[in-house]
């Protein structure tokens, strides 16, 4: 089955911008969402498609796609970003319909 | 406001059985494809299962078919995962989400809080 690689932990400073990848084939083809996770809390979606925000997320989330490549993009990180970050696509190889990413852990200094 | 919320975890042998609930409300159940999501400790999430709308399709990953069975009930408004010949590995927090669109997206716009499932003898 098709794999999405992310980074395992990434740190970004108070206010300033983070971006979190994730690879793989299937994002060639199809377009990822992403998830953030708190501790001891489920998934929240966060961007969808294109760049897609669902209502009541804040619009310093913003998402991109270039090749094998999908990204999500905090601009002007605040506390309460700091979470796991999964990113999900469907699976290219048709082996099963979707597949997350491996997640980022991201550290708001 | 929409709302999910799963039933039926616990601790369960290896071998053994456990069925999931998700009961869903504030919105139109029978419209929307359902999945189950997993996460075992300290791990990542992973997919396990969905169904679509009138639950005459369904699809499982490698780890689970033959073993779990996804199925709906849209007069009770409620999901199911039918676990049976649990294996340790299956150990999780099992989440119900759901299809943002009227269709299998694989965009998850709403979760359950989950329930956890433990196989262990």
């Known amino acids: 089955s098709s794999e999405l690689t992310q980074d395992p932990a990434v740190s970004v400073a108070l206010g300033q911008t983070v971006r979190i990848t994730c690879q793989g084939d299937?994002?060639?083809?199809?377009?990822a969402s992403w998830y953030q996770q708190k501790p001891g809390q489920a998934p929240v979606l966060v961007i969808y498609?294109?760049?897609n925000r669902p209502s009541g997320i804040p619009d310093r989330f913003s998402g991109s796609s270039s090749g094998n490549t999908a990204s999500l993009t905090i601009t002007g990180a605040q506390a309460e970003d700091e979470a796991d970050y999964y990113c999900?696509?469907?699976?290219?190889?048709?082996?099963?319909?979707?597949?997350f990413g491996t997640g980022t852990k991201v550290t708001v200094l | 406001e929409v709302q999910l919320v799963e039933s039926g975890g616990g601790l369960v042998q290896p071998g053994g059985s456990l069925r999931l609930s998700c009961a869903a409300s504030g919105f139109t159940f029978s419209s929307y494809w359902m999945h189950w999501v997993r996460q075992a400790p300290g791990k990542g999430l992973v997919w396990v299962s969905r169904?679509?709308?009138?639950?005459?399709?369904?699809s499982y990953a490698d780890s689970v078919k033959g073993r779990f069975t996804i199925s709906r009930d849209n007069a009770k408004n409620t999901l199911y995962l039918q676990m049976n010949s649990l294996r340790a590995e299956d150990t999780a927090v099992y989440y119900c989400a759901r299809d943002l669109y009227s269709s299998s997206s694989g965009y998850f716009d709403y979760w359950g809080q989950g329930t956890l499932v433990t196989v262990s003898s």
């Open positions: 498609g294109k760049n």
């Open positions: 169904i679509n709308s009138d639950g005459s399709s369904t």
């Open positions: 999900n696509s469907r699976d290219s190889s048709g082996n099963l319909p979707y597949v």
């Open positions: 299937s994002l060639r083809s199809y377009y």
